[in-house]
């Protein structure tokens, strides 16, 4: 059975005693029945990843750094996830999973259907939960690069900005697109509502190509996973 794997943001070097954080704390002493000695295996979200020992008490669990290991399990696919802000805790679920599938950078946005609007504040906060949460998909899934998540944004502000090869899912689309140019591929996804069409068009003048993956109308959080998905399919690391 391979060592339990815990993020420690301030890992650096060999040697290194470091506190655990307290959620990953609970989760090796309480839930896995861990004590001093154990092994474990600890990245900083940087990359790689160390050789390590639980050290300390039950109260105050800590880890010491052994050898660091250049092991890296990112997609030969670089996706930038653009995932329209859903209701309830749906983004939260698709953050979790959009990690696993390895998105390298999840964009939230407000698109002018969608439900849910926060405001900087609660924004902030969400964003640091989201944070968290691909931090503890990255301790399952295996990956030592944690992918960013960036700043709430309107979608009409964030498309200001041109991709150089970007996928909007619809309905009406191309089911086959080309291979994506080099850089990464921006993945576009709507709200329940879907996006509307001058918000689609705005999206063809940044670099986005309409694509349909299927005849079916599929639930906001479930475009997000499949897509990333066929995208792993096509150009990344599914086999």
């Not at 655990?20 to 979200?45: M, S, Y």
């Not at 979608?155 to 080309?178: K, M, N, Q, R, S």
């Amino acid at each position: 059975m391979s060592a339990p794997r815990v993020y420690v943001p301030e890992a650096a070097a060999p040697g290194d005693e470091l506190a655990l954080p307290a959620e990953a704390a609970r989760h090796l002493v309480k839930a896995l029945r861990l004590g001093p000695g154990d092994a474990v295996t600890v990245f900083n979200g940087a990359g790689g990843e160390f050789a390590a020992e639980l050290t300390g008490s039950a109260k105050a669990p800590g880890v010491r750094l052994g050898m660091h290991r250049a092991v890296e399990r990112e997609s030969p696919v670089s996706v930038v996830l653009w995932a329209a802000l859903s209701k309830g805790e749906k983004l939260d679920w698709v953050v979790q999973k959009a990690t696993e599938l390895g998105a390298s950078e999840i964009r939230p946005v407000h698109s002018a259907r969608s439900v849910r609007r926060l405001d900087p504040t609660k924004a902030a906060k969400n964003r640091e939960r989201w944070r968290r949460i691909a931090a503890g998909a990255c301790e399952q899934c295996g990956r030592n690069r944690l992918p960013a998540i960036a700043e709430v944004t309107d979608l009409e502000a964030a498309l200001a900005e041109p991709v150089a090869a970007g996928l909007v899912l619809t309905e009406d689309g191309d089911p086959a697109p080309g291979p994506p140019a080099e850089g990464p591929l921006h993945l576009l996804i709507g709200p329940e509502g879907g996006l509307t069409e001058a918000e689609l068009t705005a999206a063809e003048a940044a670099g986005f190509r309409r694509t349909a993956l299927g005849p079916r109308t599929l639930r906001t959080e479930t475009a997000a996973l499949a897509g990333l998905a066929w995208v792993q399919t096509r150009w990344g690391d599914f086999k």
